[in-house]
């Protein structure tokens, strides 16, 4: 059975995740702090049980930012991703939200496609925002979506 739902409890599963995912992963203490952060808030798919991808954002005064998003690597490109972003995307705008940001690493066009796909356009660009292992500091679009 799959849900989608707002997180209300810490998890570990999203430290696994996050980790494997990105050269500098949160540690479950970063995604404890952020849940009880006031106008943050963590949505997570689940699939019998499990986190499979989630998202973590904050909303203040009808805007929201996406902090980060993720998806078990085991579960990429099933649409998980998609499915979570939609539905984010319709409880903002019910809430009467106007506007979502996010910033996404040049080199990654997986991530700017899901976007894109979404809805989301290009709004500026943050010089050297990414650190990366073994790698030179990248570059960062800014993207807008109007709700
Ligand atoms: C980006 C990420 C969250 C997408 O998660 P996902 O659950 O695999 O995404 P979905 O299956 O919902 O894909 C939705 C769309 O994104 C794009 N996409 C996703 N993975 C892709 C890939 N590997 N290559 C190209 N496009 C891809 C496609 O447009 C896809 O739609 P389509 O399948 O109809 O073509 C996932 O790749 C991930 O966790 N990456 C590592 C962390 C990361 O980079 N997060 C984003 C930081 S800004």
Redesign the pocket.
């Known amino acids: 059975m799959t849900t989608i739902r707002q997180l209300d409890a810490p998890s570990k599963q999203l430290e696994d995740i996050h980790t494997r995912?990105?050269d500098y992963g949160w540690s479950e203490g970063v995604f404890a702090d952020l849940l009880i952060k006031p106008h943050h808030r963590t949505y997570v798919f689940e699939t019998d049980g499990e986190i499979v991808?989630f998202v973590v954002m904050t909303v203040v005064a009808g805007e929201g930012e996406i902090l980060?998003?993720?998806?078990d690597p085991d579960?990429?490109?099933?649409?998980?991703?998609?499915?979570l972003l939609d539905q984010v995307i319709k409880t903002l705008k019910a809430e009467g939200a106007e506007l979502l940001f996010?910033?996404?690493?040049i080199d990654?066009?997986?991530?700017l496609?899901?976007y894109e796909?979404c809805g989301f356009k290009k709004t500026g660009r943050r010089k050297a925002y990414y650190s990366r292992k073994d790698k030179p500091p990248v570059d960062a679009h800014i993207l807008r979506l109007a709700l």
């Open positions: 995912c990105f991808s980060t998003i993720a998806t579960f990429q490109k099933q649409g998980l991703a998609r499915m996010l910033e996404v690493a990654n066009p997986a991530a496609r899901l796909a």
